[in-house]
């Protein structure tokens, strides 16, 4: 027996056997760690190409052309008896104004086609642009002023060069006389590219050029609250009981196993149970942000669930001990020291839960917030879309300018998950604490 | 019939009949689900003196230490059973109420457990929850009678409100004591509470036991036969989840009855 261990403990670390072994664990320690950056690397790779390609398409998005044209506010348009009554001036024919700039700049173009075609170089908003000028400020009537306006969606693409002007005439959207009145506008310094405000304000529209995601921000917005709302505490409470109080047995075990499968419940089913629940049973208003926060609170409550027990389980049992020791109650140790020691990981594993839920599509779809909504919803009943819904709408629209909106949208929906996770981080960090 | 046994042979450890005895246990046997880890035990806790717990690895002195405040009922699947009295009552009757009985019966852990929050607030933990201030100025003197019985004040002084977490280990154990103080107990069950300190604080904790004896019932687990010796008034020595031999420290350390014990003490198996 002894001698045994004598002849281990005098092993030949010399020896050619040892050497060999120890080369050939050292290239594979070596080949191991390039295989590790070479995966790192690809996925890199992967996400610079899809951010590329997001950032290339869609800062544009940001920028609209507007066109200045010198705008006459002739008071025998829009205010033809002279009363300056504001009832009247809201009600007045804008958009002639807007037609007499373009006629008084192109006085060659006669025709009924060709004027058509002329007046669209802008925006049927400049119409209300110019209504709330003068609504602002009566005093404009009578005066020749320079307006910028809102180009229409076409000029637009031209300006930012989505248009091919040497394709073929006919396979063109913009036709060569509008681009010959285009480049004149452009010689003579009328066309302009400015921050695109109307993207970050308005709501959805059928014209490219004024379709704005406030709608589907607020939209989201109201449904994050609700789903937080919903979630956060019936999650946490779940965590806790099933961490601290609940006996280990067969029901529970079984409870257990579910919470974990239904994390991985696709989640179009969470969709059809909303469908069937809160829609078809309690008759909730259809494409509503309440019944889509419900919906997103089913599906990411098994997420907050799981995060909160791991939470729950990585305070150490020496503290549960301290607490029951000094006679504090299960229920003081779990709410006086257990749930706040655990609440950076349970916070973390919420605004995971909610930034899935923000960028998921395939529920809401169910129950029918997939609707064109132009308005921006004033209440959690109002009608309303949400940010991914939005840009899937826009996607799927065919007019040219909305590849543009379509990028724009998911650059500022990435954005608040990064911006949501960055605070995931931040109070992980923050509250961290180490015994 | 083994219980009978059992029973007699502590009957027979030679105690002082008139001593007044605070715990009482009677054939108490714990069950980690089929693993029997105390069997049988029948010890006597006497009044305002140390009891030191000693024994090899493993034999139950932790798991018996448990009972005697109940905490043995948080753990899964532990059942205990037999007679345990404090003050003549059971403490696992039904209606007794567990929360209370920790407050009784105070506790020290083999590792310092301070709460991540101030020295403040751990102290003032337990007075909090059982109401035994009734405003701040009574609170603050309870934490520093608190603080100072255990020998901390001094240290700790001017930054109460710093996190107890941040003392060293042998801070931070006088803290849980002081913790425990608190709460005001009868009874103080300490788990080899110097096993994670050096020997200077492990002097100041042994001191403060002296101290504490005055007025608090100590049962305390050790590893250390010096430490058994210097601290304790009566010795209990566990072996596989039987007390083999119990009675007054001196007699146990000089004259052990069983060969065991001698074995043990002298070091000759563990
Ligand atoms: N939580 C538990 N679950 C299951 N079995 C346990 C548990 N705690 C202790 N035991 C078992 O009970 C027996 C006694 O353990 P105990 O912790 O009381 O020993 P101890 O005398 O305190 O030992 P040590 O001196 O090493 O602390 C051991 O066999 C142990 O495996
Ligand atoms: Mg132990």
Same mark, same amino acid.
């Given at each position: 027996?002894?001698?045994?261990?004598?002849?281990?403990?005098?092993?030949?670390?010399?020896?050619?056997?040892?050497?060999?072994?120890?080369?050939?664990?050292?290239?594979?320690?070596?080949?191991?760690?390039?295989?590790?950056?070479?995966?790192?690397?690809?996925?890199?790779?992967?996400?610079?190409?899809?951010?590329?390609?997001?950032?290339?398409?869609?800062?544009?998005?940001?920028?609209?052309?507007?066109?200045?044209?010198?705008?006459?506010?002739?008071?025998?348009?829009?205010?033809?008896?002279?009363?300056?009554?504001?009832?009247?001036?809201?009600?007045?024919?804008?958009?002639?104004?807007?037609?007499?700039?373009?006629?008084?700049?192109?006085?060659?173009?006669?025709?009924?086609?060709?004027?058509?075609?002329?007046?669209?170089?802008?925006?049927?908003?400049?119409?209300?642009?110019?209504?709330?000028?003068?609504?602002?400020?009566?005093?404009?009537?009578?005066?020749?002023?320079?307006?910028?306006?809102?180009?229409?969606?076409?000029?637009?693409?031209?300006?930012?060069?989505?248009?091919?002007?040497?394709?073929?005439?006919?396979?063109?959207?913009?036709?060569?006389?509008?681009?010959?009145?285009?480049?004149?506008?452009?010689?003579?310094?009328?066309?302009?590219?400015?921050?695109?405000?109307?993207?970050?304000?308005?709501?959805?529209?059928?014209?490219?050029?004024?379709?704005?995601?406030?709608?589907?921000?607020?939209?989201?917005?109201?449904?994050?609250?609700?789903?937080?709302?919903?979630?956060?505490?019936?999650?946490?409470?779940?965590?806790?009981?099933?961490?601290?109080?609940?006996?280990?047995?067969?029901?529970?075990?079984?409870?257990?196993?579910?919470?974990?499968?239904?994390?991985?419940?696709?989640?179009?089913?969470?969709?059809?149970?909303?469908?069937?629940?809160?829609?078809?049973?309690?008759?909730?208003?259809?494409?509503?942000?309440?019944?889509?926060?419900?919906?997103?609170?089913?599906?990411?409550?098994?997420?907050?669930?799981?995060?909160?027990?791991?939470?729950?389980?990585?305070?150490?049992?020496?503290?549960?001990?301290?607490?029951?020791?000094?006679?504090?109650?299960?229920?003081?140790?779990?709410?006086?020291?257990?749930?706040?020691?655990?609440?950076?990981?349970?916070?973390?594993?919420?605004?995971?839960?909610?930034?899935?839920?923000?960028?998921?599509?395939?529920?809401?779809?169910?129950?029918?917030?997939?609707?064109?909504?132009?308005?921006?919803?004033?209440?959690?009943?109002?009608?309303?879309?949400?940010?991914?819904?939005?840009?899937?709408?826009?996607?799927?629209?065919?007019?040219?300018?909305?590849?543009?909106?379509?990028?724009?949208?998911?650059?500022?929906?990435?954005?608040?998950?990064?911006?949501?996770?960055?605070?995931?981080?931040?109070?992980?960090?923050?509250?961290?604490?180490?015994? | 019939?083994?219980?009978?046994?059992?029973?007699?042979?502590?009957?027979?450890?030679?105690?002082?009949?008139?001593?007044?005895?605070?715990?009482?246990?009677?054939?108490?046997?714990?069950?980690?689900?089929?693993?029997?880890?105390?069997?049988?035990?029948?010890?006597?806790?006497?009044?305002?003196?140390?009891?030191?717990?000693?024994?090899?690895?493993?034999?139950?002195?932790?798991?018996?230490?448990?009972?005697?405040?109940?905490?043995? !009922?948080? $753990?899964?699947?532990?059942? /205990? #059973?037999?007679? *345990?009295?404090?003050?003549?009552?059971?403490?696992?009757?039904?209606? &007794?109420?567990?929360?209370?009985?920790?407050?009784?019966?105070?506790?020290?852990?083999?590792?310092?457990?301070?709460?991540?929050?101030?020295?403040?607030?751990?102290?003032?933990?337990?007075?909090?929850?059982?109401?035994?201030?009734?405003?701040?100025?009574?609170?603050?003197?309870?934490?520093?009678?608190?603080?100072?019985?255990?020998?901390?004040?001094?240290?700790?002084?001017?930054?109460?409100?710093?996190?107890?977490?941040?003392?060293?280990?042998?801070?931070?154990?006088?803290?849980?004591?002081?913790?425990?103080?608190?709460?005001?107990?009868?009874?103080?069950?300490?788990?080899?509470?110097?096993?994670?300190? !050096?020997? $200077?604080?492990?002097?100041? /904790? #042994?001191?403060? *036991?002296?101290?504490?004896?005055?007025?608090?019932?100590?049962?305390? &687990?050790?590893?250390?036969?010096?430490?058994?010796?210097?601290?304790?008034?009566?010795?209990?020595?566990?072996?596989?989840?039987?007390?083999?031999?119990?009675?007054?420290?001196?007699?146990?350390?000089?004259?052990?009855?069983?060969?065991?014990?001698?074995?043990?003490?002298?070091?000759?198996?563990?």
């Amino acid at each position: 027996m002894t001698e045994q261990t004598q002849d281990t403990a005098g092993s030949n670390w010399n020896s050619e056997k040892f050497t060999k072994g120890l080369a050939k664990r050292k290239r594979a320690e070596v080949r191991f760690r390039r295989i590790g950056l070479l995966a790192i690397l690809t996925a890199l790779t992967l996400l610079a190409i899809l951010l590329f390609s997001i950032f290339s398409k869609g800062y544009t998005a940001f920028v609209q052309t507007y066109v200045t044209l010198d705008i006459t506010f002739s008071e025998e348009v829009i205010d033809r008896n002279g009363t300056r009554d504001p009832e009247e001036l809201r009600l007045a024919n804008y958009a002639k104004l807007v037609q007499n700039a373009l006629r008084a700049k192109f006085p060659e173009v006669t025709s009924r086609r060709d004027l058509r075609a002329l007046f669209s170089l802008v925006s049927n908003d400049a119409a209300d642009t110019l209504r709330d000028m003068v609504a602002d400020d009566p005093d404009l009537i009578g005066r020749t002023v320079p307006v910028s306006l809102l180009a229409g969606d076409d000029v637009d693409m031209v300006t930012k060069g989505y248009i091919d002007r040497a394709a073929v005439e006919d396979d063109r959207r913009v036709k060569d006389r509008e681009l010959a009145w285009l480049d004149i506008l452009e010689a003579d310094g009328d066309i302009s590219l400015r921050f695109n405000r109307g993207f970050f304000t308005n709501g959805d529209s059928r014209e490219p050029e004024k379709a704005g995601i406030a709608g589907a921000m607020v939209g989201s917005l109201y449904t994050l609250v609700i789903t937080m709302l919903i979630a956060f505490p019936i999650g946490v409470m779940t965590a806790i009981y099933l961490e601290e109080f609940a006996p280990r047995n067969r029901f529970n075990d079984l409870i257990e196993v579910n919470i974990n499968n239904l994390a991985a419940v696709p989640s179009i089913v969470f969709g059809l149970l909303g469908l069937a629940i809160f829609l078809n049973v309690a008759h909730l208003p259809r494409s509503a942000p309440l019944v889509g926060g419900l919906t997103l609170a089913l599906m990411t409550l098994p997420t907050i669930i799981i995060a909160a027990r791991a939470a729950i389980r990585a305070v150490p049992d020496s503290i549960r001990h301290a607490a029951l020791g000094l006679g504090a109650s299960k229920q003081q140790a779990a709410f006086h020291h257990i749930l706040p020691l655990s609440m950076p990981g349970i916070l973390t594993g919420t605004i995971i839960g909610l930034s899935q839920a923000l960028g998921e599509t395939a529920p809401l779809l169910m129950i029918g917030m997939v609707a064109f909504i132009a308005d921006i919803p004033g209440s959690i009943n109002d009608p309303a879309t949400v940010m991914p819904v939005q840009i899937f709408l826009w996607a799927d629209s065919p007019e040219r300018a909305f590849v543009e909106k379509t990028s724009g949208a998911i650059m500022v929906l990435l954005g608040f998950l990064i911006l949501m996770n960055a605070l995931a981080i931040f109070l992980r960090r923050k509250f961290e604490r180490r015994w | 019939m083994n219980v009978q046994i059992q029973a007699e042979k502590s009957a027979n450890a030679g105690m002082d009949v008139a001593e007044e005895f605070v715990i009482e246990t009677r054939n108490v046997d714990v069950f980690y689900g089929d693993n029997h880890a105390i069997k049988g035990v029948s010890l006597n806790i006497p009044k305002h003196q140390v009891t030191a717990l000693i024994g090899p690895s493993g034999c139950g002195k932790s798991t018996y230490l448990r009972c005697l405040n109940r905490m043995n !009922d948080t $753990i899964e699947g532990c059942r /205990v #059973e037999g007679e *345990i009295l404090l003050d003549g009552l059971d403490i696992y009757a039904s209606g &007794v109420d567990e929360v209370l009985l920790r407050a009784r019966v105070g506790m020290v852990f083999q590792k310092p457990n301070p709460f991540p929050k101030s020295i403040y607030d751990n102290v003032a933990y337990g007075p909090r929850i059982h109401g035994l201030a009734a405003n701040k100025d009574e609170l603050d003197d309870i934490v520093l009678t608190s603080l100072e019985r255990a020998g901390l004040l001094k240290e700790v002084q001017d930054r109460l409100h710093s996190m107890g977490t941040g003392l060293s280990g042998g801070q931070q154990q006088r803290l849980c004591i002081a913790r425990a103080l608190a709460v005001r107990p009868e009874i103080i069950l300490m788990d080899e509470p110097c096993s994670a300190l !050096d020997p $200077i604080a492990t002097a100041k /904790v #042994e001191e403060l *036991i002296d101290e504490l004896k005055e007025n608090y019932t100590i049962i305390i &687990v050790t590893h250390s036969m010096q430490q058994a010796a210097r601290v304790s008034q009566k010795t209990a020595f566990f072996h596989l989840g039987d007390v083999v031999e119990s009675g007054p420290t001196e007699k146990v350390f000089t004259s052990p009855e069983d060969e065991r014990t001698q074995g043990y003490i002298t070091g000759r198996f563990g």
